[in-house]
């Protein structure tokens, strides 16, 4: 089955750094754009960036600069590195894998990482 799991997550200062993961168990067959998306508290879930299985990649404009997405594809790992890092980046960060191709079209859900950046 398809298991999603988030790491990297802490509390940093304004400026600072962070890199997140997502190790991935995917089915091999499928095919998978990957996401990463945060959730404030009080506040709709927002995506954030995406990477697809054409290679091709996509930043919300409120992280374009700063943030860079990448995957290991050995690994079965999806990236986030994090910098210049802002208070109003604090949320709780989540990896989704969009499966299609030649499998059951479904989205899932990582349980989450949380991301606290403090002024």
């Known amino acids: 089955q398809v298991q999603l799991v988030e790491s990297g997550g802490g509390s940093v200062q304004a400026g600072g750094s962070l890199r997140l993961s997502c190790a991935a168990s995917?089915?091999?067959?499928?095919?998978?754009?990957m996401r990463w998306y945060r959730q404030a508290p009080g506040k709709e879930r927002e995506f954030v960036s995406g990477?697809?299985?054409?290679?091709?990649?996509q930043y919300a404009d409120f992280v374009k600069g700063r943030f860079t997405i990448s995957q290991d594809n050995a690994k079965n790992t999806v990236y986030l590195q994090m910098n210049s890092l802002k208070p109003e980046d604090t949320a709780m960060y989540f990896c989704?894998?969009?499966?299609?191709?030649?499998?059951?079209?479904?989205?899932?859900w990582g349980q989450g990482t949380q991301v606290t950046v403090s002024s």
């Open positions: 989704k894998a969009n499966q299609f191709g030649r499998c059951l079209y479904f989205g899932y």
């Open positions: 990477i697809n299985s054409d290679g091709s990649i």
């Open positions: 995917l089915v091999t067959y499928c095919r998978y754009d």
